[in-house]
């Protein structure tokens, strides 16, 4: 299953601190950026399946939010993501 425990917790080391950090919003991200490539994959198969589609819509809100709030209080740690995860292309 793409979401168990330990892929989880390799997640919140690597872009949180630790595993036990599940609450930082990089990790958060980081989650969120997994899990959208996943239901994007499933999409590609299921043109069909709303609910999916939906769900990915909600996921790509929060993540968009999360982006805004970093943007917002530290631009190193948002910068820092970014290119973590290969967000976008240019950084301002």
């Known amino acids: 299953m793409y979401l ?4 989880k917790s390799e997640i919140f080391t690597t872009h949180g601190g ?3 950090n599940t609450g930082s919003a990089e ?10 490539a996943h ?5 590609k198969k299921n043109k069909k399946d709303f609910a999916t589609q939906l769900s990915l819509q909600k996921l790509v ?3 968009r939010a999360l982006l805004a709030y970093l943007y917002k209080k530290d ?5 820092a993501i970014i290119k973590a995860l290969e ?6």
């Not at 631009?75 to 910068?79: A, H, P």
Request: proline share 0%; net charge positive; aromatic share 8%.
């Open 61 to 63: 809100g929060k993540r």
């Open 87 to 92: 967000l976008r292309d240019i950084i301002k």
């Open 4 to 7: 168990s425990s330990e892929w």
């Open 75 to 79: 631009i190193q740690r948002y910068r």
């Open 18 to 20: 630790e595993a036990t």
């Open 27 to 36: 990790g958060q991200v980081a989650l969120f950026t997994k899990r959208i």
């Open 39 to 43: 239901l994007t994959g499933h999409l």
